[in-house]
């Protein structure tokens, strides 16, 4: 993590300038990118640990300074209604690493007092009996505290409802720039750092690689199906909207069918609608793609469904090679880490 964050503060450094001297237009059509599938372009930290807010306008900023010229509409409002809403606000603080340092020593006293208050009244009351029951107490304490942390630990290593899968939309907009956006958290000298990171990606070589990988597994669509529905199917995510959506219109922009957005209300998934007021509506919007679909729509929507969970895991360097790598492993797009094809591979479909 400090590397990467090393890595981005090297590339702010160098205004938006290659190795070879020249101006990073990746984000301008038409011209070659400088770019590497991975490559961190820019992170930006919240304002404290306390009140987690991300400056966007500085984001936006600092990209433009490497050649990605990005729309407020398209960048700063789709980020502000994914993160910047109070309750995911307070759920960055509850969730964080610094937070859950904190709570450890809490959290021990806690179970130090109620395995003591329980354990007591079975021993005699002797010296010999309070010393082996506070060293009882004390082990067992222990072990509850660091089964309960590692539990946390290692739950961040999945998919996240309140930031990584709020962030799918945003990733849908981004992709079109050649940009993938995460939220990584982690510990540094005890202070907590939450930080927007800004990864560059090339996503055709991954779209093809997985269309191809689900053109050999369409002789065992049934078994596809069940693995997506296993897997996917509690990645929901409840949304409030007007009566009058404006998204409704998105499907009839002329777009291909795999560049339109994966959280929208027109697409053939469950909805459960339940009214709030006259001008306010709750609607539940399912990740898990519709398998009646081609299976290059189906490819677009899993590694988007995965985008923001990838970057977080990517820029942690929490990404792991397993020694079984899928059928797409002899192309990866990202050096030697594990691509984000390879990566939705071992999630949705192995």
């Not at 205004?15 to 070659?32: F, H, L, M, V």
């Not at 395995?115 to 021993?123: D, I």
């Not at 995965?306 to 990866?332: C, E, F, I, Q, W």
Request: one cysteine or more; aromatic letters at 8%; hydrophobic letters at 35%.
């Amino acid at each position: 993590m400090e590397e990467r964050e090393r890595q981005c503060n090297r590339e702010e450094k160098s205004d938006g300038k290659s190795p070879t001297g020249q101006s990073r237009t990746a984000g301008e059509p038409g011209t070659s990118s400088t770019w590497r599938n991975g490559q961190c372009v820019a992170s930006v930290p919240t304002s404290s640990w306390f009140t987690p807010k991300f400056d966007f306008s500085r984001c936006r900023t600092l990209l433009e300074t490497k050649g990605f010229q990005i729309p407020a509409d398209n960048f700063e409002g789709p980020l502000e209604l994914a993160l910047d809403h109070p309750s995911v606000r307070r759920y960055l603080l509850f969730n964080s690493y610094v937070f859950n340092f904190i709570m450890a020593p809490i959290l021990y006293m806690v179970l130090w007092c109620a395995v003591y208050s329980t354990l007591h009244m079975y021993l005699q009351s002797s010296t010999a009996s309070f010393w082996v029951l506070c060293l009882c107490v004390s082990l067992v304490s222990i072990i509850l505290t660091a089964v309960i942390s590692l539990i946390f630990h290692y739950s961040n290593r999945e998919i996240n409802m309140n930031t990584d899968v709020r962030l799918v939309g945003v990733n849908e907009r981004m992709i079109r720039h050649g940009l993938l956006l995460g939220v990584a958290d982690w510990v540094h000298k005890c202070r907590g750092k939450l930080q927007l990171f800004c990864v560059y990606w090339d996503l055709s070589p991954c779209l093809r690689s997985l269309t191809e990988s689900l053109d050999n597994m369409s002789f065992f669509s049934d078994q596809v199906q069940n693995k997506l529905k296993k897997r996917m199917s509690h990645l929901v995510l409840v949304t409030e909207v007007t009566t009058l959506d404006p998204e409704a219109g998105l499907q009839d922009e002329g777009f291909p069918e795999e560049e339109q957005p994966l959280l929208v209300a027109g697409r053939e998934r469950s909805e459960s609608i339940s009214q709030r007021d006259d001008s306010k509506l709750t609607k539940n919007f399912s990740l898990m793609p519709n398998t009646r679909l081609s299976n290059q729509v189906i490819a677009q929507q899993l590694l988007m469904a995965y985008s923001a969970l990838y970057v977080r895991l990517l820029v942690s360097n929490k990404l792991t090679v397993p020694s079984h790598r899928p059928s797409g492993a002899g192309k990866n797009h990202c050096g030697p880490s594990v691509c984000l094809c390879e990566y939705v591979e071992l999630k949705a479909l192995q």
